[in-house]
């Protein structure tokens, strides 16, 4: 996976993530969101609209990430209690935090129609990619 050199877009990045990878994880879908000290919001989507445009940040598996700083997982969303389902066809998802300042100011959700499409390498360029976002994409939303 080729990780940009240089700060990037969300919506470039949105863009180049679904050409690129989407074979490899089947169906890919991929929203970019903006937390904020209550409400977790959508910036830039992959090519549906998610379930959930914004959302409460002690929901879901973006909880686990904006908590932890750190990436939650789920490899089969179907015995997740945790997942939201924002999209029908999901079988897998990865959040990534997206750090600034210390605090994570956004997520990486990647979804795929596959159970188990998500292993160690992947998680890692993922994270890799999340690194090379930098905020601020717009204003910050008020809560």
Not at 8 to 18: M, P
Not at 74 to 103: C, K
């Amino acid at each position: 996976m080729i990780v940009p050199a240089v700060p990037v877009s969300l919506q470039v990045f949105c863009d180049l993530l679904r050409r690129d990878h989407g074979r490899l994880l089947g169906s890919a879908v991929l929203f970019a969101y903006v937390v904020g000290l209550d409400l977790v919001e959508q910036r830039k989507s992959g090519p549906g609209a998610p379930a959930y445009p914004s959302f409460a940040v002690t929901t879901g598996l973006t909880a686990d990430a904006v908590r932890t700083g750190a990436p939650a997982l789920s490899n089969d969303v179907s015995r997740d209690p945790q997942y939201l389902a924002n999209q029908s066809d999901s079988g897998s998802e990865l959040i990534v935090p997206i750090l600034a300042d210390g605090r994570v100011a956004g997520t990486l959700d990647v979804e795929s129609d596959r159970i188990g499409a998500f292993g160690g390498s992947s998680i890692l360029d993922y994270e890799r990619l999340a690194e090379a976002l930098r905020p601020p994409w717009d204003q910050p939303i008020q809560a």
